[in-house]
């Protein structure tokens, strides 16, 4: 059932990628929520395991002097959700972290469990896109940090080099300050399911009445989370009404390449793309301080 054929526990962020780099045949787990479903279905049939649970330096929620907000990638759904810096800059993220499964997994799984298992329809990712997230990737040759929007390269394959381990999450300032944002999942049942659709916009305004900046972004509308960039060019500048938010829905859809599975077809995943975008930013026009578009 679990074949594990090994197991290892890591301190330092460098002891971890020394031990990856030694032993390519290591799986790191974080919560393990992904994992160990995994490794219960066969997807993984069986594995050596590199737990990285013990490092602190991976832990935690800071703003640092010059706004930046990072965010460790061992912090747990539960602490995103409940962090005051998260609530008082991104509240956003904290919505979206609150949608994400029930309690017992928000207590376990890690956001960078999240964001490394490549999956569309991982709950943090779209709002992450929105916010231009950037990651810190360490390995044993040395740290870079890439666009959260270059990471994600297909269904499950993320840009992870071989011994490397995400180690931070970064929200630069002038991607959330002055923004109000607003998080819409979608699935198939209200109980704990994973999105059919989620949809994360951000939005800044100009008077009360012109849109300064839109950022849209999906989850499961395309084998990756996306952007929705001609909408978000059309809006810049705009009045802020229900035609022009009409239009930045339609303009949506074209980002996506969503398909048909067991949980929606194509065409009902665009729909929901269109309407829901128009949802989430009408919300968010609402926090914004503008006024309600009906
Ligand atoms: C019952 C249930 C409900 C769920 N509901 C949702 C939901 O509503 N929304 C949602 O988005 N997800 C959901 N999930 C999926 C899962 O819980 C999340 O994706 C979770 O965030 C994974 O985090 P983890 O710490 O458990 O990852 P793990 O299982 O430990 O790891 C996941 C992957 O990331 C890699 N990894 C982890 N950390 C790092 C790191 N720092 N550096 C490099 N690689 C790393 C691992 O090697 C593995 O490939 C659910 C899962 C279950 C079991």
């Excluded at 709950?123 to 360490?138: C, E, G, M």
């Excluded at 035609?243 to 074209?254: F, H, N, S, W, Y």
């Amino acid at each position: 059932m679990y074949n594990i054929q090994g197991y290892f526990e890591a301190e330092t962020v460098k002891e971890a990628v020394d031990l990856l780099a030694a032993n390519p045949n290591l799986v790191v787990i974080a919560g393990g929520t992904d994992v160990l479903i995994k490794m219960h279905h066969g997807q993984i049939e069986k594995a050596e395991l590199l737990s990285i649970r013990k490092i602190k330096s991976l832990e935690g929620i800071e703003k640092l002097e010059d706004g930046t907000v990072t965010i460790g990638p061992l912090t747990t759904f539960t602490q995103v959700a409940n962090s005051p810096v998260i609530k008082e800059n991104i509240p956003v993220l904290a919505e979206a972290a609150l949608s994400m499964g029930g309690p017992q997994i928000r207590n376990v799984a890690t956001i960078g469990g999240n964001i490394c298992n490549g999956a569309t329809s991982a709950d943090s990712a779209s709002t992450l896109f929105a916010l231009d997230a950037r990651l810190k990737l360490q390995s044993p040759q040395g740290e870079r940090v890439v666009p959260i929007q270059d990471f994600y390269l297909g269904p499950g394959k993320v840009d992870l080099k071989p011994a490397e381990l995400l180690t931070g999450i970064l929200i630069s300032p002038e991607n959330y300050q002055g923004y109000a944002g607003h998080y819409i999942k979608f699935s198939m049942r209200k109980a704990m399911d994973i999105a059919t659709l989620g949809v994360a916009v951000l939005c800044k305004l100009k008077e009360g009445r012109l849109f300064e900046d839109v950022r849209i972004g999906l989850g499961v509308a395309a084998p990756t989370p996306i952007r929705c960039p001609e909408a978000e060019a059309f809006a810049r500048g705009k009045d802020v009404s229900r035609e022009t938010i009409a239009e930045i829905g339609k303009l949506a859809v074209k980002a996506t390449r969503a398909r048909t599975s067991w949980r929606a077809s194509k065409e009902y995943r665009e729909h929901l793309v269109e309407e829901l975008t128009q949802r989430a930013l009408k919300a968010a026009v609402l926090k914004a301080g503008g006024g309600e578009v009906a």
